[in-house]
């Protein structure tokens, strides 16, 4: 009997092997999401974030077709915050992907629920992300798992340049 996607999905913390994978992952990314330039991250800036002496992020690796080798198929990065208000941390998703030709088999909801796990195991009071509100696709399926949108909030930044500036 054919295998159900998620049994063929299967999911793996990211290793130093992995640094050049998860920059085409990054890369193809940053091209979904419309700025193709933007991803400047190199192979010794994603080494240290990752695995180096004070890691900063981690990442889960989806490979899909597990009965046969497994292609790599996707990607999830997060980290944890911390929240003032519970005593608690959260976990931060930085960055879930899919590759386009994988899109519809339950990957992406394989590797949310992957992270769930992890943020109920760390004592995590709550899980958040951003998503372009241009993705309706994203929007409608973090609806249907119950992630409702934090309107009330708006997102603020300071870019390198304006962090140099004011350093000054």
Known sequence: SAMS???????????????????ELIRELAVY?????????????????LFGPDPRAEAVIAEYGAEHGGEPAGFAL???????WTGKPGLYLEDLFVREPMRGKGIGKALLLHLVGIARERGCARMEWSVLDWNRTAIDFYRSLGARPQSEWTVYRLDQEALERLAE
């Open 5 to 23: 996607p998620a049994e063929s999905t299967a999911l793996r913390a990211a290793t130093l092997a992995d640094v050049g994978l998860l920059l």
């Open 33 to 49: 999401e419309k700025e193709p330039d933007a991803a400047k991250a190199t192979p010794d800036l994603l080494h240290d974030g």
């Open 78 to 84: 997060f980290f944890h915050n911390y929240s003032t």
